[in-house]
């Protein structure tokens, strides 16, 4: 158990959390998902799907841009909601491509993409279970050879299904080439998802989080604080040392 959470408790820092975040706004949701689903012909109802979602998690972001060290614990739960809405705004901006763009009709297209976008998700999410408690993700941070095939099931589907649904739908290349790109991206910020558990994970083993990064969650002068003082301690260590 001591392999698995040293191995799942890998964080990056507040400061990196808040340039992730500002990154991943900027250039994998805005970029990417929204602005390709302003471009012409523009749909209304797509664009209302995809931007309300998309407002509402910046709103919660912001938390984490303005004061990352406090809220480096509840960080993770919003990383792992904004992987879902990320994908989903992706998966948004390809029913456009196929209605609007494309001309498909009928609802098989919408409920084929769904049940790959919920699968991709679920699959996510059960590689990260498996993984931890497989011990994998510990094998894998002590380059030890170990099979993975598994583990890229649920992002090979989804690109797959994604392919042939285009295929079905229209004979353009550069149409199939875009959804097999948006797809392949997607597969970033789907992994994002596993943080949802990741966040429950370290919620419930906080003692343990606690004596293993003693600092976490704290608001940054806090954290200095703790800093000068150990740094103090062990400077008065080593000159009573010196001084015996």
């Given at each position: 158990?001591d392999?698995?959470?040293?191995s799942y408790?890998k964080?990056e ?22 602005l390709?689903i ?6 209304l109802?797509?664009f ?8 509402m998690i910046?709103?919660?972001?912001m938390v984490?841009?303005?004061?990352p060290?406090?809220n480096?614990?509840s ?12 994908t ?9 491509l196929?209605?609007?763009n ?14 790959l976008f919920?699968?991709l998700?679920?699959g996510m ?6 993984a931890?408690y497989?011990g ?5 941070q ?19 299904g994604?392919f ?5 739908y ?6 199939i080439?875009?959804i ?13 998802s596993i ?8 919620k ?17 002068d806090?954290?200095?604080?703790k800093?000068k003082k150990k740094?103090k ?12």
């Amino acid at each position: 158990m001591d392999k698995i959470f040293s191995s799942y408790l890998k964080f990056e820092s507040p400061t990196r959390n808040k340039q992730s975040i500002i990154g991943d706004f900027i250039v994998l949701l805005y970029l990417i998902g929204i602005l390709p689903i302003l471009g012409v012909p523009f749909s209304l109802p797509f664009f209302l799907a995809a931007i309300i979602p998309a407002i509402m998690i910046t709103l919660w972001g912001m938390v984490y841009i303005v004061d990352p060290y406090k809220n480096e614990k509840s960080y993770y739960l919003f990383l792992g909601v904004y992987g879902i809405v990320n994908t989903y705004v992706f998966f948004i901006l390809v029913q456009k491509l196929l209605y609007v763009n494309i001309g498909a009709s009928g609802p098989a297209a919408f409920i084929f993409s769904l049940l790959l976008f919920i699968l991709l998700i679920f699959g996510m999410n059960w590689m990260n279970w498996k993984a931890l408690y497989s011990g994998t993700y510990y094998k894998l941070q002590q380059k030890t050879k170990i099979p993975v095939g598994w583990a890229a099931l649920s992002g090979v589907s989804y690109v797959l299904g994604q392919f042939i649904l285009s295929l079905i739908y229209t004979d353009s290349g550069i149409s199939i080439l875009i959804i097999v790109c948006l797809s392949i991206i997607s597969l970033y910020p789907a992994f994002l998802s596993i943080n949802i558990h990741r966040y429950f994970f370290i919620k419930k083993n906080m003692d343990t989080v606690k004596q293993m990064f003693p600092e976490f969650g704290l608001p940054k002068d806090e954290r200095y604080t703790k800093k000068k003082k150990k740094k103090k301690r062990n400077n008065n260590n080593k000159k009573n040392n010196l001084e015996l």
